[in-house]
């Protein structure tokens, strides 16, 4: 098994901190997830059977995964769940992923976000009967809005 790296440590906290990952569905990520020219990473959700989804990168984090993805083939954290909370813990103020996730919310209503701009970050089921949502339109929107900020 690989050793786990300060490289491994920021990618989990841009995962779930800034692109609003369940660490869960983070550590079963492979290269080929993600699409940095779109910004995008294909997920399938491991908290919702059959629910596959798409989170954003933020425009400052491609750069950086660009870079990293450069020494990986296949999965990018072969490690349990575990050993990252651990490594995780370690660091002042975080006592798990949830509080990343937390944290994102916080910023993106202090920048404006809408409830369900912040549904989609975190990869919620948008269930709305009162309203019909467009997903790609809603997507995009929240594509738009982290481009800005």
């Known amino acids: 098994m690989k050793k786990f790296t300060p490289h491994h440590l920021t990618a989990i906290i841009k995962l779930c901190g800034n692109s609003g990952v369940r660490?869960?569905?983070?550590?079963?990520?492979e290269k080929r997830n993600f699409?940095?020219?779109k910004k995008i990473i294909y997920l399938k959700s491991n908290k919702f059977k059959n629910y596959n989804w798409r989170?954003?990168?933020l425009p400052k984090d491609v750069l950086w995964f660009k870079?990293?993805?450069?020494?990986?083939?296949?999965?990018?954290?072969?490690?349990?769940?575990?050993t990252v909370l651990y490594h995780l813990r370690e660091q002042e103020g975080f006592y798990g992923t949830h509080d990343?996730?937390?944290?994102l919310v916080?910023?993106?209503?202090?920048?404006?976000?809408?409830?369900?701009?912040?549904?989609?970050k975190l990869g919620h089921l948008l269930d709305d009967k009162d309203h019909e949502i467009d997903e790609n339109k809603l997507f995009k929107h929240l594509q738009a809005f982290e481009a800005k900020v």
């Open 23 to 29: 660490l869960r569905d983070a550590l079963a990520l």
């Open 35 to 37: 699409k940095l020219n």
């Open 55 to 57: 989170a954003t990168i």
């Open 67 to 82: 870079e990293w993805f450069k020494t990986f083939s296949g999965k990018l954290f072969p490690f349990e769940e575990q």
């Open 100 to 103: 990343l996730r937390k944290q």
């Open 106 to 120: 916080k910023k993106m209503m202090k920048k404006g976000a809408t409830i369900n701009m912040i549904h989609m």
